[in-house]
């Protein structure tokens, strides 16, 4: 069974920092791609980023490119979003999600296991 957990989230000022972390039990870690997504009161699930298991390669929503970074360190069972120059609209409860090998990762419905999610707020 995989299971995730966040953490990382809070209140920050708008042009502050924040870093997720998503902690990923169970097997075989490094074979899955990792996303996180984010939902605002009333609106949908939107995508932020997604990275695929080596590393390699990674996605990002064009509202956060150039300010957001996803990261993960195999070895700890671990991704990362790192969230620079935050802005109001970026409030929202971000969640992350495994996937064992479907396209497309900016997909929700692509992801198997999904974490709880970590409220994050950003203030003007």
């Known amino acids: 069974q995989v299971q995730l957990v966040e953490s990382g989230g809070g209140s920050v000022q708008a042009g502050g920092s924040l870093r997720l972390s998503c902690l990923v039990s169970?097997?075989?870690?490094?074979?899955?791609?990792a996303g996180w997504f984010r939902q605002a009161p009333g609106k949908e699930r939107e995508f932020v980023a997604a990275?695929?298991?080596?590393?390699?390669?990674?996605y990002y929503a064009d509202s956060v490119k150039g300010r957001f970074t996803i990261l993960r360190d195999n070895a700890k069972n671990t991704v990362y979003l790192q969230m620079n120059s935050l802005k109001p609209e970026d409030t929202a409860v971000y969640s992350c999600?495994?996937?064992?090998?479907?396209?497309?990762?900016?997909?929700?419905?692509?992801?198997?296991?999904w974490g709880q999610g970590t409220q994050v707020t950003v203030s003007s």
């Open positions: 990275i695929v298991w080596s590393g390699i390669t990674t």
């Open positions: 999600a495994a996937d064992s090998g479907k396209v497309p990762l900016w997909d929700y419905d692509t992801y198997d296991y």
């Open positions: 169970g097997p075989s870690f490094s074979s899955y791609a």
